[in-house]
Nanobody, 125 residues
Framework: QVQVVESGGGLVQPGGSLRLSCALS????????IGWFRQAPGKEREAISC????????YYLDSVKGRFTASRDAAKNMAYLQMNSLKPDDTAVYYC??????????????????RGQGTQVTVSS
């Protein structure tokens, strides 16, 4: 069983930045695919990104392209989501997910067997 723990959420003003962190309990190397998702109150969960290696990143959500950057540090078993120019519409619970799948990405939350509990991000003045 792989444990996934997110951190770094909080309250930030519009235009501000946050960096979310995702810690895996097992060695990540390049075998694990990392997905970031978010869910706002009353809305469906959205796929944000998938990293299948340190250089292969897919962004699914047009509204965050150019503002959010997904990354990973396999040596530390960590993944990150750097969020800049935050907007009130970015307010949501953000989830980190993982699957050992040799480099294939998916934008489906259920596809990932290992999921964190989520971290709240609130963008408000």
């Amino acid at each position: 069983q792989v444990q996934v723990v997110e951190s770094g959420g909080g309250l930030v003003q519009p235009g501000g930045s946050l960096r979310l962190s995702c810690a895996l309990s097992r060695s990540m190397l390049d075998d694990y695919v990392i997905g970031w998702f978010r869910q706002a109150p009353g809305k469906e969960r959205e796929a944000i990104s998938c990293t299948s290696s340190s250089t292969r990143i897919i962004y699914y959500l047009d509204s965050v392209k150019g503002r959010f950057t997904a990354s990973r540090d396999a040596a530390k078993n960590m993944a990150y989501l750097q969020m800049n120019s935050l907007k009130p519409d970015d307010t949501a619970v953000y989830y980190c997910t993982a699957k050992r799948n040799g480099g294939v990405c998916s934008g489906s939350f259920r596809w990932y067997p290992y999921r964190g509990q989520g971290t709240q991000v609130t963008v408000s003045s």
